[in-house]
T-cell receptor, first 110, second 113 residues
């Protein structure tokens, strides 16, 4: 079974401070990991995926297979980062459904 | 072209009635997902279609829920004998291939009274 855990339901960070949104997963094979974001009154959209190894809007996420984690980080928070963030996992062939965590609502305090 | 389109945007129904929710995926997308999002909660997986493969129905909460997809186009999610706990936003997403980015619709907000 595949499972994604986001331990923080709410996270508040001051503008300019570092941000870390935690994500842990459970999957027996080699997963594909994603971060999705939902800004106020917008659709859920992809922020980044681990296979791309890119930084989007200053965010990065590193897949740590030893700790089964895929935490999302940004060194300096901006007000426009306030949103709902979801970590998601997709498995190998035969287990490809995209499973989401419960989400973390990030609020940036001006 | 247009993104994923869901209809209706809002649906209010009486307890015990059947409802049908529609999803028009992006043209050419082989994968299609349905999720449920209850107020204040995360995304609950319901069902996944991938091309001509048998759908993954492992997330459907009861036999009152069913979904169909015609080829690689429209999908409908049907909820029979609706209950108040079915009230939620139902989200549809499509993806161009396995393990690729999922594009979400705006959702259908279902309220069972």
């Amino acid at each position: 079974a595949q499972r994604v855990t986001q331990p923080e339901k709410l996270l508040s960070v001051f503008k300019g401070a570092p941000v870390e949104l935690k994500c842990n997963y459970s999957y027996s094979g080699s997963p594909e990991l994603f971060w999705y974001v939902q800004y106020s009154r917008q659709r859920l959209q992809l922020l980044l995926r681990h296979i791309s190894r890119e930084s989007i809007k200053g965010f990065t996420a590193d897949l740590n297979k030893g700790e089964t984690s895929f935490h999302l980080k940004k060194p300096f928070a901006q007000e426009e980062d306030s949103a709902m963030y979801y970590c998601a996992l997709s498995g190998n062939f035969g287990n490809e459904k995209l499973t989401f965590g419960t989400g973390t609502r990030l609020t940036i305090i001006p | 072209g247009a993104g994923v389109s869901q209809s209706p945007s809002n649906k209010v129904t009486e307890k015990g009635k059947d409802v049908e929710l529609r999803c028009d995926p992006i043209s050419g997308h082989t994968a299609l997902y349905w999720y449920r999002q209850r107020l204040g909660q995360g995304l609950e997986f319901l069902i996944y279609f991938q091309g001509n493969s048998a759908p993954d129905k492992s997330g459907l909460p009861s036999d009152r829920f069913s979904a169909e997809r015609t080829g690689e186009s429209v999908s409908t999610l049907t909820i029979q004998r609706t209950q108040q706990e079915d009230s939620a936003v139902y989200l549809c997403a499509s993806s161009p291939r396995r393990l690729a980015e999922a594009f979400f619709g705006q959702g259908t907000r279902l309220t069972v009274v």
